[in-house]
């Protein structure tokens, strides 16, 4: 059994940063592709970041490139996500997911592809 645990989220204002981390647990941490999503209230749950096995590869929405870094340390079973010039648009419930099937490679965006989720961590920004 695969168990993430997001943490990290907080209350901010616009243009500050913030960094969150996610710890995988129950299963060898670089066996999976690595996604954040996040949900807005009232909002589908989109996609933020994805990450591969070993960091080799790294992907974003077209709305967070350049002000978000998505990051894998596997000695530690972590995933990160360094958040930058944050926007009240970006005010919503982070969630990272785990991915052990290789199909992720292609479809790394989807909901659909990712087996385990975490429960999520807030984060809030202020104007």
């Known amino acids: 059994q695969v168990q993430l645990a997001e943490s990290g989220g907080g209350l901010v204002q616009a243009g500050d940063s913030l960094r969150l981390s996610c710890v995988v647990s129950g299963r060898t941490f670089s066996n999976y592709a690595m996604g954040w999503f996040r949900q807005a209230l009232g909002a589908e749950r989109e996609f933020v970041a994805g990450?591969?096995?070993?960091?080799?590869?790294?992907y974003y929405a077209d709305s967070v490139k350049g002000r978000f870094t998505i990051s894998r340390d596997n000695a530690k079973s972590t995933v990160y996500l360094q958040m930058r010039s944050l926007k009240p648009e970006d005010t919503a419930v982070y969630y990272c997911?785990?991915?052990?099937?290789?199909?992720?490679?292609?479809?790394?965006?989807?909901?659909?592809?990712?087996?385990?989720w975490g429960q999520g961590t807030h984060v809030t920004v202020s104007s």
């Open positions: 997911a785990a991915e052990f099937d290789r199909s992720w490679n292609k479809n790394y965006s989807r909901r659909y592809v990712y087996d385990y």
């Open positions: 990450i591969s096995w070993y960091g080799s590869s790294t």
